[in-house]
C-alpha cells in the first residue's frame, strides 16, 4: 500500500483530521456511481462523437494542455468545439463564446481556447446535457466535441473518455476529499479508454512507466500514456514579443493556478533566483493585486528582471492590459508532450473514434 499524498505539508494534520468527512463523501459519490450503473440515473448520449477530458482527483492534472492539445491537432481538419462548465465565471447557463466574450464571462481556461483557437467554437454551460443541444443548435456543422473536465459527472456519455493523473499524485495513492484529492472513485478509471499520466520527468524511464503502470492496473482495452510539459518561449502580454528565461534573470512569478509546482521547477534551474505571489486558483485580479505586483517587482533586485505568468492568468489580467503594455509582464506558454514517441498512437486513437462514430451515423 502506497501512504497517502497530501499535497501540502503544513495541511495534512488538518486534512488528516477531517477523515471521517473523507468516508461521508466516498459513500456519496459511491451510491452516486451505483445509481448511474443500475441506471436509476440516466447518462444521455448524442449523436456526434463527443470526446471527454476528465480526472477523478480535484486540481491541476493537466486539463487545459490536453484539451489545447486535441484542438491543435484536430481543429484543423475538423470543425471543433470544447464545452467547459464555466469555472468561476460571473454568470451562468449556456454560453457560445464571441468576439466581445471575456474571461468572467465564460470563465479563464474557456476564454483561453478562445484566444488561442478563434476557429473553435467555445462553449459553457454547467448542464452539459442541455448544453450540447443548444451548442449543436447554434453550430450545427460541429464535428467533434470535447467535453473539458466532465468525466465525474456521468450525465452524458461520451463516446471516448480520457482519465488524466499527474505524476506526483497518482489517484491509486491518493484518498477521497477533503483528506486526499479524489472527488470520484478509484474504480471509476475502470470507465475509460485512455489513461494519461501527466506531468512526468520529461526523462521518465521505460523501467518508472512499468512499474507505474503495474501499479495502476489499466484493463486490457484501455490505453496507457505518459506525457510531460513543455515550456515555449515567454511573450509580453499584451504586445506578443517573445522574450528567453536567462541565467541572470530576477523574476517574479505571478499564478493563480492548482499547482505551479512544475513551473517552479522551471525557474530554479533557469533563472538566477525568483519570487512567487500566489493567489487562489481561479483568482480574479483587481486594481489593488495589480499594485500590490507593481510594488513587489519594484523590489526586485537586479538590472534583468520580469513578471512571469501562466496562460490561465493572463487572460484575467488582459482587462488591464492599457496598464499592462509597458510593463516587463510576460506570459509563459506550456504544451502537452508525449512521452515514448507514443504521440502518433494517441492522435491515432482519436481520429479513429471520430471518423468511426461519423461513418455509423
Same mark, same amino acid.
Given at each position: ?66 484539451? *489545447? ?30 468576439? *466581445?466574450?471575456?474571461?468572467? @464571462? ?20 454547467? *448542464? ?65 479508454? +485512455? ?50 528565461? $536567462? ?21 530554479? @534551474?533557469?533563472?538566477?533566483?525568483? $519570487? ?10 483587481? +486594481? ?46 506550456? *504544451? ?26
Amino acid at each position: 500500500m502506497h501512504s497517502m499524498n497530501f499535497n501540502f505539508p503544513l495541511l495534512k494534520p488538518l486534512r488528516m483530521l477531517l477523515f471521517p468527512f473523507s468516508l461521508l463523501y466516498w459513500v456519496a459519490i459511491f451510491l452516486r456511481n451505483k445509481l448511474y450503473d443500475w441506471k436509476v440515473l440516466k447518462s444521455a448520449s448524442f449523436n456526434i462523437p463527443i470526446v471527454c477530458v476528465g480526472n477523478i482527483a480535484a486540481g491541476g492534472t493537466g486539463k487545459s494542455p490536453m484539451v *489545447e492539445w486535441l484542438l491543435r491537432q484536430f481543429g484543423k481538419e475538423l470543425k471543433m468545439a470544447t464545452l467547459s462548465r464555466g469555472y468561476k465565471r460571473k454568470t451562468s447557463g449556456y454560453a457560445l463564446a464571441n468576439a *466581445e466574450t471575456t474571461a468572467l @464571462e465564460i470563465g479563464d481556461e474557456p476564454m483561453q481556447f478562445h484566444l488561442k483557437f478563434p476557429h473553435v467554437s467555445v462553449a459553457v454551460g454547467e *448542464e452539459r446535457v442541455v448544453a450540447v443541444p443548444l451548442l449543436l443548435h447554434d453550430r450545427p456543422e460541429t464535428e467533434l466535441i470535447v467535453l473539458d473536465d466532465a468525466f465525474q459527472h456521468r450525465a452524458i456519455k461520451a463516446g471516448l473518455n480520457i482519465v488524466l493523473t499527474d505524476y506526483s499524485n497518482l489517484y491509486s495513492r491518493d484518498w477521497y476529499l477533503p483528506t486526499g484529492d479524489l472527488r470520484d472513485e478509484k474504480r471509476s478509471a475502470e470507465r475509460a479508454d +485512455i489513461i494519461v499520466v501527466t506531468k512526468c520527468p520529461a526523462n521518465l524511464s521505460e523501467q518508472q512507466a512499468k512499474e507505474i503502470e503495474k501499479e495502476l492496473e489499466p484493463a486490457p482495452r484501455q490505453e496507457l500514456f505518459f506525457a510531460s510539459i513543455s515550456y515555449g518561449s515567454p511573450y509580453q502580454l499584451v504586445s506578443r514579443q517573445e522574450r528567453k528565461l $536567462e541565467a541572470n534573470m530576477e523574476v517574479l512569478l505571478v499564478t493563480g493556478i492548482a499547482n505551479p509546482k512544475p513551473l517552479k521547477r522551471l525557474l530554479s @534551474e533557469k533563472v538566477a533566483s525568483y $519570487e512567487q505571489m500566489v493567489f487562489s486558483d481561479h483568482h480574479i485580479f483587481t +486594481i489593488d493585486d495589480i499594485k500590490e505586483i507593481e510594488r513587489r517587482f519594484s523590489q526586485l533586485g537586479g538590472n534583468k528582471k520580469i513578471i512571469l505568468t501562466t496562460e490561465k492568468d493572463a487572460v484575467r489580467l488582459m482587462k488591464f492590459q492599457q496598464d499592462l503594455a509597458a510593463w516587463s509582464l510576460y506570459v509563459l506558454p506550456i *504544451e502537452m508532450v508525449f512521452l515514448f514517441n507514443k504521440m502518433d498512437r494517441f492522435k491515432s486513437i482519436i481520429g479513429t473514434f471520430s471518423r468511426q462514430f461519423s461513418a455509423s451515423a
